[in-house]
């Protein structure tokens, strides 16, 4: 959504102009400012967003990293496990075949 300029000058000249003295006309403009802008994200307000979201998908990164570690050294235990146990197995039935 686009928002045009206001012109507080101008808009508190009309007030004036109107009728409103000095600080009433003021505080119209202050308060007509304010509503046009609140909630309305600025710059530096779109750039730290930006930058955590640089941030999070890099933590999302090494967590995904971590997870893939995690399951290989998950399968390389299971896979060592198998193997001592054929091992001893394979020891087992020579021994009683001798």
Do not use: C, H, P, W
Request: glycine content about 6%; proline content about 0%.
């Amino acid at each position: 959504m686009a928002f045009a300029a206001f012109d507080t000058y101008a808009a508190a000249k009309a007030l004036r102009e109107a009728g409103f003295d000095e600080r009433q006309a003021e505080a119209a403009v202050v308060m007509v400012r304010d509503a046009m802008t609140e909630g309305v994200a600025s710059k530096n307000d779109i750039a730290r967003l930006e930058d955590r979201l640089d941030n999070m998908e890099e933590r999302m990164k090494d967590m995904a990293s971590k997870a893939d570690l995690t399951a290989l050294e998950t399968r390389l235990t299971n896979r060592f496990y198998a193997a001592v146990g054929i091992g001893v197995g394979v020891m087992v039935a020579a021994m009683k075949l001798l």
